[in-house]
């Protein structure tokens, strides 16, 4: 089960994208520029450049899913929060 932060989370989405057969495909266009800053990229990271888009892209969405949410209220909508979170279970 995952933990409250998503480390329990990542690590199951590491592992898994590690261990699977590779049976999917993802096609991208992009322009010259971009696929050279990310060939340059790879290149310094001493990897693929297909490699180096999965492991980046999965970071990415990992920490998209983990990270802590924010909202904003306005001062009525803080109070009624506030509120709520007061209240006695047992009404």
């Keep these: 089960m ?5 480390h329990q989370l990542g690590k199951l989405m590491s592992y898994s994208v590690n261990r699977e ?6 096609e991208v266009r992009l322009t010259p520029a ?3 800053l990310l060939t340059q990229a790879a ?3 001493h990897t693929t450049v297909t490699e180096f ?3 980046s892209a999965v ?5 998209t899913i983990t ?4 909202f904003y209220a306005n001062e009525d909508g803080w109070n009624e929060l506030m509120e ?3 209240e006695d279970d047992g009404q």
């Design 2 to 6: 995952p933990s409250a932060d998503g």
């Design 21 to 26: 057969p590779k049976a999917e495909r993802l």
């Design 34 to 36: 971009t696929k050279a």
């Design 43 to 45: 290149q310094t990271k």
């Design 53 to 55: 888009l999965i492991s």
């Design 59 to 63: 970071k990415a969405a990992e920490e």
């Design 67 to 70: 990270s802590p949410k924010v």
């Design 84 to 86: 709520f979170l007061n």
